[in-house]
């Protein structure tokens, strides 16, 4: 089960932190990621990190903005967005692909499991 809380309202240039809460899952080795969902629009990737390669992932739109975490042995992911922007309004949603594929992807087909997402609004 993946549970995802955090989000919230913020103004321009604001910061939040998202969390995801990682339980029930024996997998050995998985990716996780962030997507979101703007409205009106299709859901894209925002952040990925593999439990083997240890590294992490952005998109460019959030590059420099937004940072990846874990601890508690991958048990909650966080995801610490900063200087947020009025277009990264949207609702979050954290993802496991697994078994891990090597270099996470953010391709939404490669992610079985989701949580049920939290909504981020940024205001002007």
């Known amino acids: 089960q993946l549970q995802a809380s955090g989000g919230g309202l913020v103004q321009a240039g604001g910061s939040l932190r998202l969390s995801c809460t990682v339980s029930g899952f024996t997998f050995e080795d998985y990716a996780i990621a962030w997507f979101r969902r703007a409205p009106g629009m299709e859901r894209t990737g925002v952040s990925c990190m593999s439990s083997t390669e240890r590294t992490t992932y952005h998109t460019d739109s959030v590059k420099g903005r937004f940072i990846m975490s874990a601890e508690n042995d991958w048990n909650t992911v966080y995801l610490q967005m900063n200087n947020l922007k009025p277009e990264d309004t949207a609702v979050y949603y954290c993802?496991?692909?697994?078994?891990?594929?090597?270099?996470?992807?953010?391709?939404?087909?490669?992610?079985?499991?989701w949580g049920q997402g939290t909504q981020v609004t940024v205001s002007s």
């Open positions: 993802a496991i692909d697994a078994p891990d594929r090597g270099p996470c992807g953010m391709v939404e087909t490669w992610y079985d499991y």
